[in-house]
């Protein structure tokens, strides 16, 4: 596997902690003490020096961490408001909510109540985590209303501390759940802060609404990792197949599966015969061919053919129409070019097999896409398909047959309906219970229909094989990504890396969280073009 760290769904955490309980080696009642020690800790490390704080405790182990933090927090200095559901929480729970009772006294989980005690430095949503399974309703409904209301301007007063996750937001799917009962009844997004959670990161920490609600993540260790490689290691637990990793390089590695970004990427890059091979030569780094597209239409193709070079292919070929070919004249001088002007020419071009990876799609029209669609897919060579040739493989009469595995496709949402309108559709329904139907679901459902890896682009991309193995990548931190042309130089880099040899899935992968760290490492202001000039700095800084 690639980089980064293991996302595990709320069903994979529930069964983990499950484990670790019933091994006997830990009790419930020291992993809620840890979790709670974990976000007073990360509260005190932010805010030094003590202040004010309000806690929301709801009604199950959420609440039980809730009442941890209150106890931890007071006990350094904090002056607190402390709010609580009136029932019997599970054991754990319990017991927390008693030991902070002898402390403190628990106020009525109310808006009433939310309203009447005075503003603190910051509050704390301990009201609901990875246990939500329907909408927030009733008087809780109404506290996450206030509570949204009141934290709206996320740098101001008070700021907002979520236990695990923002409570109504589904942590399968990134998506807040709906009641259906009208604006009133459903919850107000939250805007956090920072949101320690424990363990892993879930689903829905990075998809969709996630980022936004959750403000700055924080991944807790709070002692599971020995349970969570033990599963992993118990091929057979069906549980804990297929992987969905998180492509997030700031993350600390921590799993047995997945390796530090730059060692993975390195040896993603060296198995393809990178440029660090000292023996290779142009062909053993990868002929990659980019298909261009009519007159006045070559700008993407080009920026997708610098990429792939960029990325390291040995060779990239952009091959136009004739007709267009004079616009392609200038630079770069690396870049060779090759008339392709029907399907005949790309199979003679694929009968040399040092082609190891073709772009269709970028600035190539949809009728010219579906002339040379089939040739390339029947020569099942590594290929990015994306933009027009998407649109044409939708319309193709086979689809979705007669792809391969060593096939990417890079669909926008608008590319995706195309394809895969049921999909779509679900994704557009308004969630009402949980686990909502993810980005995820639908991509992991897409690759396996296919039989290709699919690439949903957005701020939340998800990458999927046709195996189910998926990867999530959080982009919200690079909202000047979403500019014209940087899907164009996504998909070269992408056939840069299959030239280069790299299997698909990776490959897939590798783009993408390279692509995000140039729009980093650039910074606003940028536009397409600067993306491949930040590749060699960026290589260099990663010792790729
Ligand atoms: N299980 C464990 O060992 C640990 C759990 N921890 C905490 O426990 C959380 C999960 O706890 P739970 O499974 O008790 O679930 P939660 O505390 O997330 O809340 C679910 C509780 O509310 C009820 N509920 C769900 N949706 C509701 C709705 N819409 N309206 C009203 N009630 C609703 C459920 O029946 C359940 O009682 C984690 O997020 C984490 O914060 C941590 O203490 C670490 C250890
Ligand atoms: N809000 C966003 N934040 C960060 N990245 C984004 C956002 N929206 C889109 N992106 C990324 O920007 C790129 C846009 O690609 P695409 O939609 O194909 O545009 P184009 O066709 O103009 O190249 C993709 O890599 C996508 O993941
Ligand atoms: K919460």
């Keep these: 596997m690639l980089f980064g760290t293991e996302i595990l769904t709320t069903a994979q955490m529930r069964a983990i902690e499950s484990a670790a309980m019933e091994s006997g080696e830990v009790t419930g009642l020291t992993l809620m003490e840890r979790a709670g020690a974990a976000v007073a800790g990360q509260i005190r490390l932010r805010w030094p020096k003590p202040g004010s704080a309000t806690i929301l405790c709801g009604p199950g182990n959420n609440g039980g961490d809730g009442y941890v933090i209150a106890r931890l927090l007071a006990q350094a200095g904090w002056h607190l408001h402390v709010l609580g559901v009136d029932n019997i929480p599970g054991p754990d729970a319990a017991e927390m909510k008693r030991r902070w009772k002898r402390i403190g006294p628990i106020a009525p989980l ?4 939310l309203r009447r005690i005075p503003d603190s430095d910051i509050c704390i949503d301990a009201i609901f985590g990875t246990g939500l399974t329907r909408p927030p309703e009733g008087e809780i409904a109404a506290v996450l209303r206030r ?95 297929p992987m969905l990793g998180a492509i997030w390089p700031e993350f600390p590695v921590r799993d047995s599966r997945m390796g530090d970004f730059s060692t993975r990427a390195r040896i993603a890059l060296g198995k393809g015969g990178s440029a660090g091979h000292p023996a290779g030569h142009k062909y053993s780094h990868g002929h990659a061919l980019v298909v261009a597209g009519p007159a006045g239409h070559g700008g993407a193709a080009r920026l997708a053919a610098r990429a792939a070079l960029r990325g390291g292919a040995g060779l990239v070929t952009l091959c136009p129409p004739s007709a267009a070919m004079a616009e392609h ?17 790309v199979r003679a071009m694929l009968t040399d097999p040092r082609v190891a990876g073709l772009c269709l799609g970028p600035g190539c029209g949809v009728d010219r896409a579906a002339s040379l669609l089939p040739v390339v897919l029947d020569h099942a060579r590594p290929c990015v398909l994306d933009a027009d040739a998407l649109t044409a493989l939708a319309q193709a009469p086979h689809w979705p047959e007669g792809l391969s595995d060593n096939c990417v496709l890079t669909p926008h949402a608008g590319e995706f309906a195309r394809l895969f309108p049921d999909l779509a559709g679900r994704l557009a329904e308004t969630p009402r219970r949980g686990p909502a139907f993810s980005r995820v679901d639908a ?18 991309t998800v990458i999927a094989a046709p195996d189910g193995q998926a990867y999530i990548h959080s982009a919200s931190d690079v909202p000047w990504l979403a500019t014209a042309g940087t899907g164009d130089v996504l998909a070269g880099l992408i056939v840069g890396f299959l030239a280069r040899g790299i299997a698909a899935f990776e490959a897939a992968a590798l783009g993408v ?28 800084e990663l010792g790729l």
């Design 513 to 540: 969280a390279i692509h995000a760290k140039a729009a980093r490492r650039f910074g606003p202001g940028l536009i397409a073009d600067d993306l491949p000039e930040q590749l060699p700095f960026l290589f260099r």
């Design 110 to 113: 109310t808006e009433g109540e």
């Design 443 to 460: 991509l992991r459902e897409a690759a396996r229909r296919c039989g290709a890896v699919v690439l949903l682009k957005g701020p939340d």
């Design 329 to 345: 004249a200038g630079p770069p001088d690396a870049l060779m070019r090759r008339k392709l002007d029907d399907a005949g020419q």
């Design 147 to 241: 509570l949204g209301q009141m934290t709206a301007n996320g740098d101001g007063r008070p700021r907002l501390v979520t236990v695990d996750c923002p409570s109504g937001l589904c942590m399968d799917s990134g998506v807040w759940l709906h009641s259906g009962l009208g604006d009133d009844a459903d919850p107000m997004p939250l805007n956090a802060t920072l949101t320690v959670a424990f363990d892993s990161p879930k689903p829905g920490h990075l998809l969709q609404r996630g980022p936004a609600a959750c403000g700055k993540l924080v991944i807790a260790d709070i002692g599971l990792r020995h349970w969570r490689e033990r599963q992993v290691d118990q091929a057979a637990n069906a549980r804990r197949s």
